[in-house]
């Protein structure tokens, strides 16, 4: 009877012990594809020569051009009379 009730016992542990498993894994899933590649992004690098063309790439990009806002407060700015 003892050896019975502790192989029940090993049972349950070993049965609990899958589904804990199971639990970490399921939260570690990403849940989307976005999700997928931040987090490989976050955790690797780009091959050098990749991240150098990249760099070369942004630096020949136009600045952004001002947002009507900063061009309508920059006209006001300016005709303001001094006193």
Known sequence: MKQH???RQQEEQAH???EQSK???ESMEPSGVEEM???DA???APPDSRARRLNETIKKEPAPSPTWRQ???HFFQKKKPSV
């Open 16 to 18: 609990e012990q899958q």
């Open 23 to 25: 639990k970490n894994e």
């Open 37 to 39: 590649l931040r987090f």
């Open 71 to 73: 061009r309508f407060n």
């Open 5 to 7: 009730s502790k192989l």
């Open 42 to 44: 976050a955790h690797s």
